[in-house]
C-alpha cells in the first residue's frame, strides 16, 4: 500500500520561481495547494502538511521574511498545529539572510527543514526533494500505525 502524499501548500511571488519547483514536484503525484488563492489561504488542512515558502530578507534586519499569505495561514492554530516540514527557497545573493523564512519559521515553530533550495531550483533538486517527501510520507504512514 503507498503511503499518502502529504500536500505541499506554497507561495510564489510574481517571479513564479517558487511556482515553477511547486509544479515540478505537482508533476510527480504530490499534491499542492497555493497559498496565493484567497479560498486556500482561508482554508484549514485536516491532516499533516508542509510549506514551501520563499525567503525575501534581503540585507535589512527589519524586513519581514516571510511572505504575508504565509503568516495569514499560519494564523490558524490548526494549521499550525498540522505543519510537519518546511521546504525554503531563497537566493544566495541574500548573504546571511538566504533562506531566512524557512530558518526562522523552522526555529519558531519546531518544525524542521526538509530541504533547500536556490530560486526554482535545479532538475536534481527536485528530485531530491521529491524523494524527501516520499520518505516522510512513509515515515508518518509507519507512526499512524
Known amino acids: 500500500m503507498t503511503p499518502q502524499a502529504v500536500p505541499v501548500y506554497f507561495?510564489?511571488?510574481?517571479?513564479?520561481?517558487t511556482r515553477r519547483f511547486a509544479e515540478h514536484i505537482a508533476e510527480r503525484g504530490r499534491p499542492?495547494?497555493?497559498?496565493?488563492?484567497p479560498a486556500v489561504r482561508k482554508s484549514e488542512t485536516t491532516?499533516?502538511?508542509?510549506?514551501?515558502?520563499?525567503?525575501?530578507?534581503?540585507g535589512n534586519q527589519a524586513n519581514v521574511t516571510l511572505p504575508a499569505a504565509v503568516l495569514s495561514f499560519l494564523k490558524s492554530p490548526v494549521n499550525r498545529r498540522h505543519l510537519v516540514g518546511i521546504l525554503g527557497t531563497g537566493n544566495r545573493n541574500f548573504g546571511e539572510y538566504y533562506q531566512a523564512a524557512a530558518r526562522e519559521?523552522?526555529?519558531?515553530?519546531?518544525?524542521?527543514v526538509l530541504f533547500e533550495f536556490e530560486l526554482s531550483g535545479t532538475q536534481?533538486?527536485?528530485e531530491r526533494c521529491v524523494e524527501i517527501l516520499e520518505e516522510l510520507d512513509a515515515a508518518l504512514a509507519a507512526r499512524a500505525r
Open 11 to 17: 507561495y510564489s511571488s510574481v517571479s513564479n520561481l
Open 32 to 37: 499542492v495547494a497555493d497559498l496565493s488563492d
Open 47 to 58: 491532516s499533516p502538511w508542509v510549506l514551501l515558502t520563499p525567503s525575501y530578507k534581503a
Open 105 to 112: 519559521l523552522a526555529r519558531t515553530s519546531g518544525r524542521p
Open 124 to 126: 536534481e533538486d527536485v
